[in-house]
């Protein structure tokens, strides 16, 4: 039996040359094929529902409570709503970007990313966007529920400001998810306990479920400097919320201007620390030596 | 423009880190695989195959020393050499379980650069070619250990690579599963010319029924190179035969049958007679220069009255030239050299 077809170039080295077109439509090949499966996931498997969307919820829920019984104002209520979906992404980032090249190295995938013919960026990019993809859909559905059941009621003045902002944020969010890729697979079986350890943090000091303003103006002042998820948040709630007294940070223009800065300085950082991974692991055998 | 060796090492060194001391991995190999060749790295575990198939596939650095593949340099050439290579490993689990066996295909054609459709088609026709489509829907985590192997190899033809690199790709298979992808190999290599192979294993039989050449490998040191043939000249230099025949010839016996030119020795064998063959048949065991002699043998034994009922060829196998080149069996005797095998 064979069926095998012979290759249309006549030797190896003409078919290893490739013109700059054919390397941009490849990469970008590669991203669609590497967020395929997490697009596809989304109705592999359902159980997503339960444990993305309903144990979550049920933080949210928490601090609503918390809020009403100590008579806060109602657009507080909706904070947390919107911090619980914002969450959603900053879960995805640290769990399924941050963490996940070292996944990939245990399945035996990233040798393979390393061998194919494309940059490690567009596996990086493809992931970003098959997670936004599949964790816009639990943010929504934790939007939608949250504002039906809490009533919370939004005052939205910039609708497409609001949508830019909200992709704005994801930029650097996911560039830090980039960034952290390279340097959990660097750090090694610790990317585990790394992932664990910046959650809780993140949660505090990205205002996820009460008003920035509120931390000392150092704390925020640090947030400002290094969080895209408090800076996005804080920007998103008083779109989300304008004429209801909300008093946010910085203006949101000038947060605007923060998460564009900290969108580059993520990429070229993920791009940075990737070549330097790539140098490291080629040297010292990073990826294929098993107890790393 | 003249070919380029598929592959070309020299003096390629790998040193491991380790505590209390740095590992060789390799020890300055020095390797051309002709394009076209199914070349064959054979050794025990730990003897640095799979540390080469990781300098050559841009995995790893080598320590020193010089790798080229298809005429382009590991070190600074890797986006070309990953235009023309792939890898299958045995034990591979690449990919993701919830996928089924066409999307997982799809997914890396994606990954190799094939347009869409290109994608597909290719997907499909490796599937049936690889005998995967009653399994093309099956979700990949639910694959046996032959079936993922299967798809494995299908995934490594995906971008029809002029160089594949084959990681003991029959590891942990049953036997029919490997023969399979054995027959796979063949037929894939003869489908096209220059198409080159290049095997890792430490099972003889695997690497004497594919390889053109092999090289013999132990300690990170090549310590033998040739065709399987070759390799078996090195520790036995004449051919050796052994006749079974009804009865003793006669005009000299068996003396005149080792007088004939081309003979170096005739012995009677009769140790090796099996268990109930009647009492008047003997063995011989018959040492030629060279095959060749083997005809005028045959005639003097029919001329002298005896008749020929058997007659094979004793060849040393490769793990004899293995126990002659190192002084040793081909048994586990050291642990991994600090690699993934």
């Known amino acids: 039996m064979s069926g095998y077809r012979g290759t249309p170039a006549t030797n190896a080295r003409e078919a290893a040359e490739w013109s700059t077109g054919r390397v941009l439509w490849s990469n970008l090949r590669a991203v669609i094929g590497r967020a395929y499966p997490r697009v596809i996931g989304l109705t592999r498997e359902p ?70 013919p494309m940059h490690l960026m567009s596996i990086l990019a493809g992931m970003a966007i098959g997670g936004l993809v599949m964790t816009s859909s639990r943010a929504l559905a934790v939007i939608g529920i949250g504002s039906i059941l809490y009533g919370v009621t939004y005052s939205i003045d910039q609708p497409f400001l609001l949508a830019g902002v909200f992709l704005l944020t994801m930029i650097p969010l996911y560039g830090m998810g980039m960034l952290f890729a390279s340097l959990f ?14 959650q809780e943090p993140i949660y505090f000091l990205g205002g996820v479920n009460f008003p920035l303003v ?47 800065a900290m969108g580059v300085i993520f990429l070229v950082g993920a791009r940075v620390a990737l070549r330097y991974l790539e140098h490291l692991a080629r040297r010292e055998g990073r990826l294929t030596l098993k107890w790393q | 423009m003249p070919d380029e060796l598929a592959i070309q090492t020299r003096g390629v060194t790998r040193v491991y880190k380790a505590k209390p001391d740095p590992v060789t991995a390799l020890g300055g190999v020095d390797l051309d695989v002709e ?108 694959l046996s250990t032959g079936q993922r192997q299967k798809l494995n190899f299908a995934r490594g033809l995906l971008n029809d690579p002029w160089v594949l690199f084959l990681d003991e790709p029959t590891l942990g298979l049953d036997v029919a599963a490997a023969r399979d992808l054995r027959e796979h190999t063949i037929s894939w290599k003869a489908a096209a010319p220059g198409r080159t192979l290049l095997l890792t294993t430490h099972y003889m039989v695997e690497a004497e029924q594919l390889c053109d050449r092999i090289a013999i490998v132990d300690r990170g040191k090549i310590l033998a190179l040739g ?13 050796i035969f052994r006749l079974e025949l009804d009865q003793l010839p006669r005009n000299g016996g068996i003396a005149g049958i080792g007088e004939l030119p081309g003979v170096l020795s005739a012995v009677r064998a009769d140790e090796e007679l099996a268990d109930g063959a009647a009492s008047d048949r003997v063995a011989l065991k018959v040492a030629l220069a060279d ?10 034994v029919a001329e002298r009255g005896s008749l020929l009922i058997g007659l094979v060829k004793s060849e040393p196998s490769l793990e004899d030239v293995f126990v002659e080149l190192v002084g040793r069996g081909f048994g586990d005797e050291r642990s991994d050299d600090g690699e993934a095998s």
């Open chain 1, 47 to 116: 159980s997503w529902i339960f444990f993305e969307i309903a144990l979550p919820f049920l933080a949210v829920s928490a601090f609503v409570f918390v809020y009403r019984a100590l008579d806060a104002p109602e657009e507080f209520i909706g904070f947390v709503v919107l911090g619980g979906a914002v969450t959603s992404f900053w879960l995805n980032v640290v769990w399924m970007m941050a963490a996940q090249f070292y996944w990939e190295k245990d399945q035996g995938n990233l040798e393979l990313y390393f061998t194919a």
């Open chain 1, 185 to 198: 697979l660097l750090w090694g079986r610790e990317a585990y306990h790394l992932a664990e350890l910046l």
């Open chain 1, 214 to 260: 509120a931390l000392p103006g150092a704390v925020v002042g640090v947030v400002m400097a290094t969080l895209p998820l408090g800076v996005g948040l804080d920007a998103m709630r008083q779109l989300a919320f304008a004429g209801s007294g909300v008093e946010g940070v910085l203006p949101v223009g000038v947060e605007i201007a923060i998460l564009a």
């Open chain 2, 35 to 142: 394009p076209g060749e199914y070349f064959g790295l054979l050794g025990p575990n730990g003897a640095g195959k799979t540390t080469l198939i990781k300098i050559l596939t841009t995995l790893l650095l080598p320590t020193s020393g010089t790798a080229k593949v298809a005429g382009f340099d590991v070190v600074n050439e890797t986006a070309k050499i990953r235009r023309v290579i792939n890898m299958v490993s045995g034990g591979e689990q690449s990919g993701y379980g919830l996928l089924t066996v066409r999307e997982q295909l799809w997914m890396f054609s994606q990954f190799y650069g094939l347009p869409t459709r290109e994608g597909w088609r290719r997907t499909d026709e490796l599937i049936e070619i690889t005998g995967l489509t009653e399994q093309r829907q099956q979700k990949v985590r639910s």
């Open chain 2, 227 to 239: 065709t399987p043939e070759e390799l078996r000249r090195r520790v036995q230099a004449e051919s």
């Open chain 2, 291 to 300: 095959d060749s002699a083997l005809t005028s043998v045959v005639t003097a």
